[in-house]
């Protein structure tokens, strides 16, 4: 009986022995995160809202034949600055030069028929003063005047109308510009309507046009009203090579209607173009100064965006951080507005954000986290490094 109760008191401290040694250890919390902090403040934002754009001309023609025939003359070199009622272009005119003095010959003889018709009707009214000739003949005399006179005013027609083919055959440059590549050459026949001889653009000054949201509307209107001086640097234009165009332009209209696919409404610029650097048809970005006073502004570096959404980590009481959402507004070279989510005095984490998680535990910098008392904001926050 001893020596069962011995064995058994030696097989519960076995046991025991047993399960003390199998038990772990109690492990240490993670050390706390170096990071470093910035204080949330309130600033004047000046920014700049970009649009895509597209140079075209004021004022563009394309330059038709209005007669046929072969062209007989080129008076230009393509790509010339034209100026306005400079010969471009010149279309056979022996068919028309002689249609016209044809026309003229017409217009002498229909003016002899009407004098020889005028005596002949002067002469039958004196006789008819003198009871010597009958009223019929009379009559005959006058209508015969009046159609000598409708004669001579159908010849004159017909000589406009000669004399406008003749001037047709001769094409002038409708005003100052620059004119494109010829699309045709000396001998080429054409005809009314059949093709586009040349095209002629006004290079100075130039329109850019871009799209604008309605939203932006009331914004363009107060820019339309106030008028466009050039020294104000609101619009200005980035080339396709990313520089910036050196003279500013300013808006000169706003189209009429919204268009209902978009949302948006065209609006047009103007621009300077003295040394003839734009050309029609570039496409490129308008920047459309802008600014904003008393916003939040933050780094940029301290936002993380999560699944479309945009976090940051912002000071708690105990040295922890936590994960709050924001709203974006404007970027502004390395800040951001904030218009949602965030307030002024606010302290956050600008570097070391990639170990953070909710409620984690932080120390400002590569210092030992200082002793803070119960409901401090942020401990250490004095000696953060700002994020700027």
Do not use: W
């Not at 038990?23 to 990071?35: E, N, S």
């Not at 005013?153 to 083919?165: H, L, P």
């Not at 466009?228 to 165009?245: A, R």
């Not at 029609?280 to 965006?305: D, H, Q």
């Amino acid at each position: 009986m001893g020596i069962t109760i011995y064995r058994t008191g030696f097989i519960i401290t076995v046991i025991i022995l047993l399960a003390a040694c199998g038990k772990k250890p109690q492990q240490a919390p993670p050390p706390p995160v170096a990071v470093n902090l910035d204080t949330v403040t309130t600033g004047n934002a000046l920014y700049y809202d970009v649009y895509p754009a597209t140079i075209a001309a004021l004022n563009q023609v394309d330059i038709r034949p209005q007669v046929a025939g072969y062209i007989t003359g080129i008076y230009f070199k393509d790509g010339d600055r034209v100026f306005k009622g400079e010969k471009l272009y010149t279309i056979d005119q022996q068919q028309y030069e002689a249609n016209y003095q044809q026309a003229l010959a017409n217009v002498a003889v229909q003016k002899t028929s009407l004098v020889k018709a005028q005596k002949d009707a002067d002469r039958y009214h004196y006789l008819d003063q003198q009871d010597a000739v009958a009223k019929q003949q009379v009559d005959y005399a006058d209508a015969a005047f009046d159609a000598a006179k409708k004669q001579v005013d159908a010849a004159e027609a017909n000589v406009r109308s000669v004399e406008t083919n003749l001037k047709y055959s001769t094409i002038y440059s409708p005003f100052d510009g620059t004119i494109g590549i010829s699309q045709v050459k000396i001998g080429t026949a054409v005809s009314p309507g059949s093709q586009v001889l040349n095209s002629v653009s006004q290079d100075d000054p130039l329109a850019v046009d871009l799209l604008v949201d309605q939203k932006q509307i009331p914004r363009f209107t107060k820019l339309l009203a106030t008028g466009g001086d050039l020294k104000d640097s609101i619009f200005m234009l980035v080339m396709p090579d990313n520089s910036v165009y050196p003279v500013p332009g300013h808006i000169t209209l706003i189209d009429r209607a919204v268009d209902p696919q978009t949302g948006t409404i065209k609006t047009r610029l103007v621009f300077s173009n003295l040394k003839n650097e734009l050309k029609p048809g570039i496409t490129g970005n308008v920047r459309v100064k802008n600014s904003a006073g008393n916003v939040i502004l933050i780094p940029y570096k301290a936002v993380t965006e999560q699944m479309g959404e945009y976090i940051v980590y912002v000071v708690i009481p105990g040295n922890k951080v936590t994960q709050r959402k924001i709203t974006l507004g404007t970027r502004v070279s390395d800040k951001v507005v904030v218009t949602n989510g965030l307030q002024a005095g606010e302290k956050i984490v600008v570097d070391g954000v990639q170990k953070l998680r909710d409620s984690t535990v932080i120390r400002v910098g590569g210092g030992t986290p200082p002793a803070t008392k119960k409901g401090d904001a942020a401990a250490g926050a004095p000696g953060g490094k700002s994020g700027q």
